[in-house]
């Protein structure tokens, strides 16, 4: 029972991943791209997760983990160049 649910988030994940995909190539605006592109992140570590529920082993947790917190510096960066135009003051 709970393999079939694993398979089928996962789908879903996937099919979200190719929906901020497209919002990343054709977002109107540079914001809707950062965000978008933050959105893949989340759901880059939650397909991560369900991988790594499904083989059994927390090696998986931790990658998720390092993903997570890159993903929050270079939200941050990008941010703060689109603000200010420089990354290091």
């Known amino acids: ?13 996937c099919i979200a991943l ?3 995909l497209w919002r990343l190539l054709r ?11 933050d959105t893949m992140y989340i759901n ?8 790594g529920m499904h083989m059994g082993t927390n090696l998986y947790f931790e990658a998720a983990l390092l993903i997570a917190m890159l993903g929050f510096v270079s939200t941050v960066a990008l941010c703060k160049y ?6 290091i003051e």
């Open 27 to 37: 977002g109107p605006d540079l914001s809707d791209r950062i965000l978008a592109l």
């Open 44 to 51: 880059s570590i939650a397909l991560i997760l369900l991988y």
């Open 82 to 87: 689109l603000l200010r135009g420089d990354i």
């Open 1 to 13: 029972m709970l393999n079939t649910t694993i398979y089928i988030v996962s789908a879903f994940v």
């Open 18 to 20: 190719v929906l901020n």
